[in-house]
């Protein structure tokens, strides 16, 4: 998609050339100040009861007279505010998307700000990509090629800003969907392996690949103990984005690869497993967290860790009471093969120590009790570090990604304690999402470390079911308030 910006006034929008010209409007009704032929057009839908000013609504005018545009369509925001300027140019767009309008233009009767722009992109984006790796039939790609945003003289530094960064955002926003989107049999750790030595092709990128014996040499025993019950060959990825001078400590990103989790020997029930095949979302996010920063060039060091294998039951898979030792040699007795998670990120938390990072964020589809928690909507963030805490959460909110914190309260560690090796590797029913982080938290003595479980945000179910990308906005924006 390009993305550009054009200076116009709300006055002289009717004389603007686009196949469609997409409004959001906002506030009062009677206010909007748009020229003459667009306001009446609005004002007498309004009368007529053909669009109540309610968040989300829209209303499409087909050849307005006095209208260079071919068609208008009208989009109600709740407020100014980005987030409901994200879902009203949604709305628009799905009335939009079927039509044959390769050029949109979209403007807002509200003042346009960065974060603004910024929503555009990932509205727009978020609305033409569609999932064809495995099922070519699906609807073809919309016509939509080109989103022109209008803008006053004085807004257009900051939108233009703003437009860059979402359609960065974007770009490994839809790499992200599109891995976790890939079936189990398609997206394996090798493919996921391929994907990052795609990356290393882009400016500053750097990739290594660590296979079996490489892990092996390095004492990785608890990501090897859960890889070693599938015929798929683990891969522990490690990728570079080098953008500032050597001596600066780098963010690292760790992100779980399991690109399906059958539970194991611990074996899930049937019903919706195959959904386990995003179990490599932390994964994704880190691809697509790297394909934005190419896009971007920031002048920091970023780390990308993604331990990858499957989690499968068979005669050489890890039993219930098995006990593993971790590459900080640490031992973890395996009471439930279905928390493989942790088992592969202990490890890569290890791992991360050798970078001297800044800070050390893992990203993971990691409980079912986080989404019992915190639903769809937001992120479980877990840190210790009030201030690293406080940076997720504002880059959260400024990505329109938002996560919420989590206690990682001393108390909860007892629930791990074991008679056979140093830790268990769950803790019961209760708080799952917060013992499942008090188990990380275990590995993390040496950084400032903080823990996203994305199990409810990294996925859609039900009739939109796929991928969503998430939490690409919110790390990428983390990463850009750590450069110079
Ligand atoms: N990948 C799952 C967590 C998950 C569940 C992600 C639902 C997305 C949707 C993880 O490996 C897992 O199986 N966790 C167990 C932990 C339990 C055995 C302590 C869970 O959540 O049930
Ligand atoms: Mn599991
Ligand atoms: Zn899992």
Redesign the pocket.
């Known amino acids: 998609m390009d993305f550009r910006i054009l200076t116009t006034t709300t006055s002289s929008l009717s004389k603007v050339s686009a196949d469609a010209l997409l409004i959001v409007v906002a506030g009062d009704p009677k206010q909007q100040g748009l020229d003459d032929p667009l306001d009446r057009a609005l004002a007498d839908a309004i009368a007529a009861g053909d669009l109540a000013f309610k968040a989300g609504r829209t209303l499409y005018l087909h050849r307005p007279v006095g209208v260079k545009a071919a068609r208008v369509v009208f989009a109600v925001a709740g407020d100014a505010g980005p987030k409901a300027f994200k879902a009203a140019v949604a709305a628009g767009l799905g009335l939009i998307k079927p039509l044959g309008v390769k050029h949109l233009a979209v403007a807002a009767t509200g003042a346009i700000e960065a974060t603004h722009a910024e929503a555009a992109a990932a509205a727009a984006s978020d609305a033409t990509y569609s999932y064809r790796h495995t099922k070519p039939s699906a609807s073809p790609a919309p016509a939509l090629q080109k989103i022109t945003l209008l803008v006053d003289k004085a807004e257009a530094k900051a939108a233009q800003t703003g437009l860059s960064r979402g359609a960065a955002i974007a770009v490994g926003v839809a790499l992200a969907r599109e891995c976790a989107n890939r079936p189990g049999n398609h997206c394996t750790p090798s493919y996921l392996a391929a994907e990052a030595r795609k990356l290393a092709k882009l400016p500053r990128i750097k990739v290594d690949v660590l296979d079996r014996k490489a892990c092996e040499k390095l004492g990785m025993g608890s990501f090897l103990a859960v890889a070693q019950g599938s015929d798929e060959p683990p891969k522990f990825i490690v990728l570079r984005y080098d953008g500032a001078a050597r001596s600066d400590a780098p963010v690292v990103l760790v992100g779980k690869g399991?690109t399906f989790?059958t539970?194991g020997i611990s074996i899930?029930p049937a019903a919706e497993m195959d959904e386990m095949k995003y179990?490599m979302g932390g994964a994704a996010s880190v691809l697509g967290s790297f394909r934005a920063l190419a896009e971007l060039q920031p002048r920091v060091n970023v780390v990308g860790l993604i331990p990858s294998c499957e989690?499968m039951p068979s005669g050489r898979a890890i039993k219930p009471g098995d006990v593993v030792t971790s590459m900080s040699g640490q031992t973890i007795e395996v009471l439930n093969t279905?928390?493989?998670?942790r088992l592969i990120l202990c490890d890569a938390l290890t791992y991360a120590e050798r970078f001297k990072p800044a800070a050390v964020i893992d990203i993971a589809t990691l409980t079912g009790a986080c989404v019992i928690a915190l639903g769809h909507h937001r992120s479980g963030l877990f840190s210790a570090d009030d201030a690293l805490a406080d940076a997720l959460l504002e880059a959260g909110s400024a990505g329109l990604d938002p996560a919420w914190r989590m206690p990682l309260d001393d108390e909860y560690e007892e629930a791990l304690r074991s008679n056979f090796a140093d830790m268990g590797n769950v803790g019961g029913r209760a708080g799952g999402a917060i013992t499942a982080a008090m188990f990380l938290k275990k590995f993390t003595a040496k950084y400032r470390w903080a823990h996203l479980d994305i199990a409810g945000t990294a996925w859609k179910s039900g009739a939109a079911k796929g991928a969503t990308g998430r939490p690409v906005p919110l790390l990428t924006h983390f990463v850009l308030s750590r450069a110079r």
């Open positions: 399991i989790d539970g899930k179990d989690n279905d928390a493989e998670g």
